[in-house]
């Protein structure tokens, strides 16, 4: 099944400075608005940014994205333990007609 | 404020058939396409199926395509997920959410087991 591609964890220090990737295509990351989701065990998915780098309503400024070709990266910076979650990243696909996810990034904050 | 508010699934045997709904307020319901996604317990988010705000374009993951059917009443302000032959790997929560999957759901489990 087609999806977009992630790093299955990352594992940050306190305070420090973590980054996930999400590769694509064209037919999706490349030409689409990417999402970026946050979901804590036992809670739905939340909105981080839409639209590559968007930030949503709420969302504390350590937290930035960007896309760079094919490429959409999310940074947050100076981390703190209620950053520990799953991360996702999704864009809609013009030549499937579907929207793909990442299979999700589970971020550990040592 | 945007809610999405869920309701139907439970427990059903392979083969069978159950209706999910998502009631919707705080927007102009009409206005927003939908989606439906959902998580296999432990895993990562799949998207189910799509439709615009007014019926007009619908998509389903090859997964469910011709077993599941989306459909929704502006009038209600109600999205639907109809989902027939169920499958064990069908088990999952569900979550409804607006088009640019901004807003979630509290999400609905569907578990499909004899």
């Known amino acids: 099944q087609a999806g977009l591609t992630q790093p299955s964890s990352v594992s940050m220090g306190l305070r420090q400075t973590a980054t996930i990737t999400c590769t694509g295509s064209n037919n999706n990351v490349g030409s689409q608005g990417v999402v970026w989701l946050q979901q804590h065990q036992g809670h739905p998915p939340k909105l981080l940014f839409y639209t590559n780098n968007n930030r949503a309503s709420g969302i504390s400024e350590r937290f930035s994205a960007s896309r760079s070709g094919n490429t959409a990266s999310l940074t947050i910076t100076g981390l703190q333990p209620e950053d520990e979650a799953d991360f996702y990243c999704s864009a809609w696909d013009t030549s499937l007609n579907e929207r793909l996810f990442g299979g999700g990034s589970k971020l550990t904050v040592l | 404020e945007v809610q999405l508010v869920q309701s139907g699934g439970g427990l059903v045997q392979p083969g069978g058939s159950l209706r999910l709904s998502c009631a919707a307020s705080g927007f102009t319901f009409s206005s927003y396409s939908m989606n439906w996604v959902r998580q296999a317990p432990g895993k990562g988010l799949e998207w189910v199926s799509y439709i615009t705000s007014r019926s007009s374009a619908i998509y389903y993951a090859e997964s469910v395509k011709g077993r599941f059917t989306i459909s929704r009443d502006n009038a209600k302000n109600s999205l639907y997920l109809q989902m027939n032959s169920l499958r064990d790997d069908d088990t999952a929560v569900y979550y409804c959410?607006?088009?640019?999957?901004?807003?979630w759901g509290q999400g609905t489990l569907v578990t499909v087991s004899s």
């Open positions: 959410t607006r088009g640019g999957i901004d807003y």
